[in-house]
């Protein structure tokens, strides 16, 4: 039980902990790209790309979507995936960039199976153009000439380790109940092997054997007695 918690424990930390999140400059009223390839070896594949650091499953807020041949959602015409699809290539171009398109980006791509996702976040950071003017962003909002910081989140924060601290609490208890009723059994057993061996020291019947074997005994001596009177009258 202790190699299972361990290795648990290991797993969520080393995957959770070593994340980080790949910071991408751009400029407001130019184009920004977020890179993000995957192996085609076993064919091509749907994914997509989102607002904010990956979820458990799909993306969250999301901006466009691949069936892996060619897109099939797109939130608004500035963004466009400009690689080629085929080869794996899904990086993101959001073209007329506004401060408020910074922040994080998480592009998955999906495979068959569980936890095969490939999950990367980016962090976008918009910078005012050059001459700190006031800038009218996607949305409608008018921005001033800020620098926005976004900090990554953090990793402990994350859905997935929920998920992987379930799997090793819901192992931990199946692997104690097992133990749990292996001993109950062996106790159950062994009371019982207890029990057939004091009924069978306490049976009527091995205790007349014992009688009849005493009885057997002595008659051997009295027959004995007997000779010895016998050869006493001569």
Same mark, same amino acid.
């Given at each position: 039980?202790?190699?299972?918690?361990?290795? $648990?424990?290991?797993?969520?930390?080393?995957?959770?902990?070593?994340?980080?999140? &790949?910071?991408?400059?751009?400029?407001?009223?130019?184009?920004?790209?977020?890179? $993000? +390839?995957?192996?085609?070896?076993?064919? %091509?594949?749907?994914? $997509?790309? =989102?607002? =904010?650091?990956? /979820?458990?499953?799909?993306?969250?807020?999301?901006?466009?979507?691949?069936?892996?041949?060619?897109?099939?959602?797109?939130?608004?015409?500035?963004?466009?995936?400009?690689?080629?699809?085929? @080869?794996?290539?899904?990086?993101?171009?959001?073209?007329?960039?506004?401060? +408020?398109?910074?922040?994080?980006?998480? $592009?998955?791509?999906?495979?068959? =199976?569980?936890?095969?996702?490939?999950?990367?976040?980016?962090?976008?950071?918009?910078? /005012?153009?050059? @001459?700190? +003017?006031?800038?009218?962003?996607?949305?409608?909002?008018?921005?001033?000439?800020?620098?926005? %910081?976004?900090?990554?989140?953090?990793?402990?924060?994350?859905?997935?380790?929920?998920?992987?601290?379930?799997?090793?609490?819901?192992? &931990?208890?199946?692997?104690?109940?097992?133990?749990?009723?292996?001993?109950?059994?062996?106790?159950? *057993?062994?009371?019982?092997?207890?029990?057939?061996?004091?009924?069978?020291?306490?049976?009527?019947?091995?205790?007349?054997?014992?009688?009849?074997?005493?009885?057997?005994?002595?008659?051997?001596?009295? *027959?004995?007695?007997?000779?010895?009177?016998?050869?006493?009258?001569?």
């Amino acid at each position: 039980m202790y190699y299972w918690t361990a290795s $648990c424990s290991f797993f969520p930390l080393f995957t959770d902990a070593v994340i980080s999140h &790949v910071q991408v400059n751009g400029v407001v009223n130019q184009s920004a790209t977020l890179s $993000c +390839t995957y192996s085609t070896a076993s064919g %091509v594949t749907t994914m $997509c790309w =989102g607002r =904010g650091v990956c /979820p458990m499953s799909q993306c969250s807020d999301v901006i466009i979507r691949t069936n892996g041949f060619l897109v099939t959602f797109r939130k608004h015409p500035r963004y466009k995936l400009n690689g080629n699809l085929l @080869n794996g290539n899904v990086s993101l171009t959001i073209e007329n960039v506004a401060l +408020t398109d910074s922040g994080l980006y998480c $592009c998955r791509v999906e495979h068959r =199976g569980w936890f095969n996702d490939m999950k990367h976040t980016l962090s976008l950071e918009i910078k /005012p153009d050059g @001459n700190g +003017t006031v800038t009218l962003s996607s949305d409608g909002h008018w921005q001033s000439n800020q620098t926005h %910081v976004f900090l990554a989140q953090n990793p402990w924060m994350t859905t997935s380790k929920g998920l992987y601290i379930g799997i090793c609490v819901t192992a &931990v208890v199946l692997l104690t109940v097992l133990l749990v009723l292996i001993t109950k059994k062996h106790v159950y *057993i062994r009371r019982k092997l207890e029990q057939l061996n004091l009924i069978s020291l306490s049976d009527p019947q091995t205790g007349a054997l014992q009688s009849a074997s005493q009885v057997g005994a002595r008659a051997e001596d009295n *027959i004995y007695i007997i000779e010895d009177n016998i050869y006493i009258m001569d």
